[in-house]
């Protein structure tokens, strides 16, 4: 209900100023983000690199939760059809990512529509457990076309997009460019007609299908959107990454994405994105010198995060001060 709200006329005046020290806001992260290059190493860029990607692929699972109220655990199949398009494009016909990114994004569309159209009618944890076969069959269906997913060793994508530039900043200018133009796309989206739609369609369904808007269409067209920007991270995630095997796309990465959706309070902001994105990549990297304390650490770091997130709504369970 709070997405279909609309202010007031007397915050009308005060919400315009917080509007514009936002924007000011994600205008400075940005040029600091375009910057940091300048002063960061490899590994920092690279780690960053895959970030951005993950990021992507969280808001691909907040886009869902956001306007269709429903969850994803298998969002890495998604992912993976984009990172493995990108791959094979390149090995079979020599292109590179600035002729498969679209591709990928068809495919991202089309398979989510495939999902989505039989399954219109699930919601709930019956869709999430229907999403679930997804990730739990994608490492069995990657290994069993290996004559064109490369099996268990994958494939490697070297291609540049623009030659003579060094890999490094390319991975990270091209992941940062296109995660800040899907969050503007997404702030566009949300005053939209369309997007409107999606959201009265979850928030008030009766109302919605007396305007012709089926509960149905509007989970078959946002499963769709959000399956596309999915396969748009998994080919940056290749691309940054160099490399694509059934290891980085187990049934866990799909767990994962929900987490940094939760993380993120399943928000379609880049601060959002970058927080989600940033848990789910840079938290396990630089845990990852801490040898076995690693998934008791990332346990409590995912415990304490979420309840600093969700401290808000855990504000409603303190008990009222009576009145003097």
């Given at each position: 209900?709070?997405?279909?709200?609309h202010p007031s006329k007397a915050g009308l005046s005060a919400r315009g100023g917080h509007l514009d020290l936002v924007r000011l806001s994600m205008l400075g992260l940005v040029v600091a983000l375009s910057l940091l290059p300048i002063i960061a190493g490899g590994f920092l860029l690279y780690s960053l690199s895959l970030c951005f990607a993950n990021a992507l692929a969280v808001l691909s699972v907040s886009l869902l939760v956001r306007y269709g109220g429903e969850v994803s655990i298998g969002h890495s199949f998604f992912v993976a059809l984009g990172a493995y398009a990108v791959a094979i494009v390149e090995h079979r016909?020599?292109?590179s990512i600035v002729v498969s990114l679209p591709l990928a994004i068809l495919l991202g569309a089309g398979a989510g529509f495939v999902f989505a159209f039989?399954?219109?009618r699930l919601s709930g944890i019956y869709l999430a457990v229907a999403t679930m076969a997804l990730a739990l069959a994608l490492p069995e269906i990657l290994i069993g076309f290996e004559k064109f997913t490369g099996g268990f060793e994958g494939l490697y994508i070297a291609q540049d997009v623009i030659p003579g530039i060094p890999k490094a900043l390319q991975r990270y200018y091209i992941a940062l460019l296109v995660l800040v133009l899907v969050c503007l796309a997404l702030a566009h989206f949300r005053k939209s007609s369309q997007g409107l739609a999606l959201l009265m369609a979850r928030a008030q369904p009766?109302?919605?299908?007396?305007?012709?808007?089926?509960?149905?269409?509007?989970?078959i067209s946002i499963f769709t959107l959000s399956a596309a920007l999915a396969a748009l991270a998994g080919a940056l995630t290749g691309f940054a990454s160099s490399t694509v095997s059934p290891n980085s796309f187990t049934f866990f990465s799909g767990v994962f994405l929900l987490v940094g959706s939760v993380v993120s309070l399943n928000r379609l902001s880049l601060p959002a994105a970058l927080v989600g994105g940033a848990f789910i990549t840079l938290v396990p990297t630089y845990l990852a010198q801490a040898g076995d304390w690693v998934p008791?650490?990332?346990?409590v770091a995912l415990v304490v995060v979420t309840l600093i997130a969700n401290a808000?709504?855990?504000?409603r369970f303190r008990p009222r001060r009576r009145g003097r």
């Open positions: 209900m709070s997405d279909l709200a016909l020599g292109l039989p399954s219109r009766r109302a919605a299908e007396a305007m012709g808007i089926t509960r149905s269409w509007a989970r008791i650490l990332y346990g808000g709504d855990l504000r």
